[in-house]
């Protein structure tokens, strides 16, 4: 059996999950506490150097990066196919999952952490406790970024960009599914998986607004959390705690959202 390393409310994790949901796979959990730091403990840091969240292993093999982990998943378990016959559509698919890796997720992450995931990380901690865990994080410039997040909140210089560029997410993702009801075509696939996440966080984070203002992606949601998979691999791995203070947080900062975009 598979073994995972991950977290309930991680957008990556949830990504790895829905695959493996998708494709009947059960497995068997590590679940990590990522604001006690589990992920940063050497023994993780030697499956997974990145220090983050999730990692598999298959066969006694390691396997990271999430967008990695879901293609490998796609040609070990090929039944069903979570990508099209088409060549074209496949190019399309990873032009979709590359992009969360190109400043996509970090926005995500900055939007998380401004509104609402702030108020876990400082809840409870003298300032050297918080700041032994922000130096905690791998990557330099994750470390400052986060450190500005959860120090300043909504006012952060990464706040807006943010915003935009999760909002841009929609937009694209609007004008895609002109042309068919799954982000590449007609065939759902490992794109549908990996966005899904993160407009689930949009929702989660009480700017529903934002996809109610695209109505294809506002459908295509509807289409994904119909989903079997949606269920067992997000639902049933909510942290009831995290989304209270999504709720609670994101609808105080609801008209901030919108003065960003309205260029105000
Ligand atoms: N590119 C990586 C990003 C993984 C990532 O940033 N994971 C987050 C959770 S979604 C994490 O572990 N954060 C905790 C940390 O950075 O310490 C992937 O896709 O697997």
Redesign the pocket.
């Known amino acids: 059996m598979i073994e995972l390393y991950h977290?309930g409310m991680?957008?990556?994790?949830q990504?790895?999950r829905l695959t493996l949901a998708e494709k009947g796979q059960e497995f068997e959990s590590h679940h990590?506490n990522?604001r006690a730091?589990d992920?940063?403990k050497p023994e993780y840091l030697a499956l997974n150097p990145?220090?983050?969240?999730?990692t598999i292993i298959h066969h006694g093999k390691v396997i990271?990066?999430?967008?990695?982990?879901d293609e490998y998943l796609d040609e070990v378990f090929p039944d069903p196919k979570l990508h099209s016959a088409d060549p074209y559509e496949r190019a399309r698919m990873r032009i979709w999952v590359k992009q969360?890796?190109e400043g996509l997720?970090a926005a995500s992450?900055t939007i998380s952490a401004c509104i609402a995931f702030r108020y876990q990380f400082m809840e409870g901690k003298t300032e050297a406790e918080l700041k032994k865990t922000l130096d905690?994080?791998?990557?330099p410039d994750?470390r400052a970024r986060?450190t500005e997040n959860v120090m300043k909140g909504v006012d952060s210089s990464f706040f807006r960009p943010a915003i935009k560029r999760i909002a841009k997410m929609l937009d694209d993702m609007h004008e895609s599914l002109a042309k068919g009801p799954w982000l590449t075509g007609d065939t759902y696939s490992l794109a549908d998986v990996a966005l899904t996440p993160y407009v689930t966080r949009v929702a989660h984070l009480q700017q529903n607004w934002m996809i109610t203002a695209r109505p294809r992606v506002a459908d295509w949601l509807d289409r994904v959390r119909v989903r079997p998979a949606y269920k067992i691999a997000l639902e049933d791995w909510v942290n009831p705690d995290f989304l209270s203070l999504m709720e609670a947080r994101g609808s105080e900062n609801r008209d901030g959202v919108k003065a960003v975009l309205h260029g105000e």
């Open positions: 977290n991680s957008t990556c994790s990504k790895v990590f990522l730091g992920q940063h990145n220090g983050v969240v999730p990271y990066e999430s967008a990695v982990i969360l890796d997720h992450a905690g994080y791998v990557d994750k986060m």
